[in-house]
């Protein structure tokens, strides 16, 4: 069992930036990947960015250059920085990391970016 807590939801205005922080606990040392998604309302839960155990990205197009995913194996911590950010990027954030089949995802931490 792998349990995820995601902090630092916040209030920015457009071009501001924020960053998320997912703390893991339990059997981390399964841990390979981790990723982070989110979810607007009345859409669908989307993949924001990933990161490998061995340091590799991916990132959705609509937050290349705006945002980095980062994690700190020591610390069982994945990290999200965002800048520059819009209107669009508001959305409920989800800390995810898959393990043996199982996935496995934090509570949500609320990021809302007003105009």
């Known amino acids: 069992q792998v349990q995820l807590v995601e902090s630092g939801r916040g209030l920015v205005q457009t071009g501001g930036s924020l960053r998320l922080s997912c703390a893991a606990s339990?059997?981390?040392?399964?841990?390979?990947?981790m990723a982070w998604y989110r979810q607007a309302p009345g859409k669908q839960r989307e993949l924001v960015a990933r990161?490998?155990?061995?340091?590799?990205?991916y990132y959705t197009n609509s937050v290349k250059g705006r945002f980095s995913i980062s994690r700190d194996d020591a610390k069982n911590a994945v990290y999200l920085q965002m800048s520059t950010l819009i209107p669009e990027d508001t959305a409920l954030y989800y800390c995810?990391?898959?393990?043996?089949?199982?996935?496995?995802w934090g509570p949500g931490t609320q990021v809302t970016v007003s105009s």
């Open positions: 990161i490998s155990s061995g340091g590799a990205t």
């Open positions: 995810n990391a898959p393990v043996f089949g199982n996935n496995y």
């Open positions: 339990g059997d981390t040392f399964n841990i390979k990947s």
